[in-house]
């Protein structure tokens, strides 16, 4: 990635918020960040041993791979002295940082006991039929799951309590996150944009003017599958924390406008982090279940 796309990234994310929301009330603090670009299509899955031969080219499924030559890079470069460490990602990449939170741990509490916390921001992907009732979302990932052979690289508690041939339900948050043992702060719109617009196949909700009565209250039904997926994963999970809110978008962390400025509850997501972060939130179940609206 050239050096100017990277700045221009770097301008764009939010992490002086981020590192503020967390660090508060501390005088002064040390933080060094490694951002990572997706690249793998499966969420750093694959698990191919032999490529696959299109149009007379190679196409490798290797996302472990890159994912362990992501770890080894960190440990080289001395993760291992920090003190804390926190595993964030946005869409596809929150639901990396879901599916591997565990393996990650594990690797790095062999060079450090640094404390480690997740936080995923439009990750939790919904196990929901489309519009017009054809399983989309579930086709997606099943396929997904096959052509990299993913199943080996999800969550082994989760492999183990699915049916065979159904390993691909590990790629849904709301089956694997009562397996993952590590703290995990799920930020996400009851109402996620993207999901609904491509997942369940309702585009007018990038114009919900345009909607009609049956799509608006598709989408409701959206939301409320939402709601209850993310509540039973809380009432599973002693070590998850959920910012849910009703707003009409897909990734709220990534911006330093949307972390400090969307509320549920007159909390912002930058407050609910901090304070989940240092252990002094009773509310971990921060919702906001409401019509869906656009951000102003």
């Known amino acids: 990635m050239p050096i100017r796309v990277i700045n221009e990234v770097a301008q764009r994310l939010a992490l002086p918020s981020v590192f503020a929301a967390i660090f508060i009330m501390k005088a002064c603090f040390q933080a060094k960040l490694m951002f990572v670009p997706y690249c793998d299509g499966a969420s750093y899955t694959g698990n191919r041993e032999k490529p696959l031969k299109v149009k007379n080219k190679l196409l490798y499924f290797r996302g472990r791979r890159i994912l362990d030559a992501i770890l080894d ?25 879901i599916i591997h939170a565990d393996y990650i741990r594990t690797r790095f509490r062999r060079a450090t ?9 439009a990750g939790f992907f919904v196990d929901a039929p489309a519009f017009n009732y054809y399983e989309i979302v579930r086709s997606v990932f099943r396929q997904m799951s096959s052509l990299h052979n993913s199943s080996t690289s999800l969550n082994h508690a989760c492999l183990h309590a699915q049916e065979r041939e159904q390993e691909w339900r590990c790629f849904f948050p709301q089956y694997s996150l009562p397996f993952v043992a590590s703290p995990v702060f799920l930020v996400n719109s009851l109402y996620d944009e993207w999901q609904i617009a491509y997942l369940s196949n309702i585009r007018c909700v ?5 909607c009609s009565s049956t799509e608006l209250r598709h989408i409701m039904k959206f939301g ?5 997926a993310l509540r039973s994963v809380f009432d599973s999970s002693n ?8 707003c009409l978008v897909h990734t709220q962390c990534n911006t330093n406008a949307l972390w400090t400025k969307i509320q549920v509850k007159n909390v912002t997501i930058a407050q609910a982090f901090a304070n989940w972060y240092r252990g002094g939130d009773e509310d971990r179940f921060r919702t906001e279940y409401s019509h869906p609206y656009n951000l102003t």
Do not use: M, P, Q, Y
């Not at 990038?206 to 345009?210: G, R, S």
């Open 73 to 97: 890079e960190l440990l080289r470069r001395g993760i291992d002295n920090a003190s804390e460490i926190i595993l964030s990602g946005a869409s596809a990449g929150a639901l990396s940082a």
């Open 113 to 121: 006991n640094a404390s480690f916390r997740v936080l995923a921001d």
């Open 206 to 210: 990038l114009n919900i003017k345009t």
């Open 224 to 228: 409320e599958k939402t709601f209850h």
């Open 239 to 246: 070590e998850t924390a959920v910012f849910a809110d009703s």
